[in-house]
């Protein structure tokens, strides 16, 4: 009857009452994500969801290989947590047997060094007259006579054959794994201060893994940072949608604001009071937004702005609650995730951010609430705050 995509869901599945609405979200958002593979039939039965071509012809379920792409936009929605790419049909016992060994077949031409196997098969329909032992036996039986090169190993085979008996029959070989979570869109809406380094658009990625839209604010400096490094925060914004969704990225041109800090803030302090101004002003742009929270890439201890005293000096300043998911991480660990998601080549790019323009060589690493007064005395912080708001660029991602 074709080809079909099963993904299967994670954490949604252990929800209570609420369990229909994380579904129904889940649902709408695969449905977004793949708007570009043609027209889909997405429906769900118990913890599986099952994504179909409504048309025979769609390209993008020809085979495994031209599926890879379609596949791989079903394990950035989060909620999935691991995707296959099965073959549906209908009949009795007498077809699924045929079935398995053709998929089989078909495998082997792609994996020749393949020797070993074991079927899992799996009875929804209860009403079935054989139960999932007696599929899985026989079945086996048929592949191994079709193929003698095979064996059956029950531990770490070289391939597991699943075969799926329900309103429907499916057999499907292998997974890959998805990135787990929630569906975006069952928390509220947060605002990703969203630099051109590494640990920034890791930390988006988290939070909209918990089920949280994005908006992005990025404090340009021009000419200072460059074209390229604007450029370079607006490829990793689009990194970041292909996770939360499309976003808005806010663009405040910053370098009025800072060469007003240069010039009227202590060397040591310039970090501290830039990133008390820039909170500021994305609170303001979180609330003309309706974003609930702020989000950035701090992690304790990372840099001379990320010590407790230094963390505790730039909080005080927003009432919004400000949401650090890497705060406990190593950077190492930071790294491999961004590696995951796709945006270690571009964060690594070189082009220079506006805090490493202009930061001191020795840094306030403890500034007490004093340092922090004394810096700001000669700046007048709530028209840096208007100026910033007043000069904002906004792109759709
Ligand atoms: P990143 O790797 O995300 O750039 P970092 O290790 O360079 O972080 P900092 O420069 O101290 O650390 O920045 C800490 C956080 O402040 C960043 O993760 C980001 O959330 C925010 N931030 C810093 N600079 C900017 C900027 N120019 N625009 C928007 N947010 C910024
Ligand atoms: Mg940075």
Not at 42 to 63: C, G
Not at 162 to 174: A, C, Q
Request: hydrophobic share 40%; aromatic share 8%; glycine share 8%.
């Amino acid at each position: 009857m074709g080809n079909v995509i099963l993904a299967r869901m994670g954490e949604v599945t252990l929800k209570g009452l609420n369990r229909g609405n994380f579904e129904t979200q889940l649902k709408h958002n695969l449905k977004w994500r793949l708007r570009g593979f043609g027209k889909l039939d997405i429906y769900q039965s118990q913890s599986r969801i099952w994504i179909e071509p409504k048309e025979e012809d769609n390209p993008n379920f020809a085979d495994g290989e031209a599926a890879q792409d379609i596949m791989k936009a079903v394990t950035q929605v989060f909620g999935i947590v691991s995707v296959s790419f099965a073959v549906k049909f209908e009949g009795d016992f007498e077809v699924i047997r045929k079935e398995a060994v053709e998929y089989t077949r078909v495998l082997l031409q792609e994996h020749p060094e393949y020797k070993t196997f074991k079927v899992e098969a799996r009875r929804g329909d209860k009403s079935f007259p054989m139960d999932s032992r007696e599929i899985s036996a026989e079945a086996g039986g048929d592949i191994i006579e079709a193929f003698p090169q095979l064996s059956a190993k029950m531990k770490d085979p070289d391939f597991i054959l699943n075969i799926e008996v329900r309103d429907f029959n499916y057999v499907y070989s292998g997974k890959i794994m998805a990135h787990r979570g929630l569906p975006v869109g069952t928390a509220g809406k947060g605002m990703l201060l969203l630099s051109g380094g590494i640990d920034s658009p890791v930390a988006g990625y988290m939070m909209a893994s918990r089920g949280m839209p994005l908006e992005c604010v990025y404090f340009h400096s021009h000419p200072y940072t460059s074209d390229q490094a604007k450029d370079k925060v607006i490829e990793l914004a689009r990194i970041v949608s292909g996770f939360s969704g499309t976003l808005k990225l806010h663009i405040v041109n910053f370098t009025e604001i800072q060469l007003d800090m240069v010039r009227n803030s202590p060397q040591d302090m310039i970090t501290i009071t830039m990133r008390r101004v820039m909170l500021q002003i994305a609170e303001r742009l979180a609330q003309q937004n309706n974003c609930k929270c702020l989000i950035t890439g701090e992690s304790l201890g990372q840099v001379a702005s990320q010590t407790l005293e230094a963390i505790n000096v730039t909080n005080e300043v927003v009432k919004m609650p400000i949401l650090r998911p890497l705060i406990g991480l190593d950077k190492q660990d930071t790294c491999d995730i961004s590696r995951r998601i796709g945006a270690f080549e571009t964060s690594i790019l070189p082009y220079e951010d506006c805090c490493t323009i202009f930061v001191a060589k020795h840094p306030k690493t403890h500034p007490t609430k004093d340092d922090v007064i004394n810096a700001e005395k000669n700046i007048n912080i709530p028209n840096m705050i208007e100026l910033g708001l007043k000069d904002v660029e906004t792109i759709v991602i």
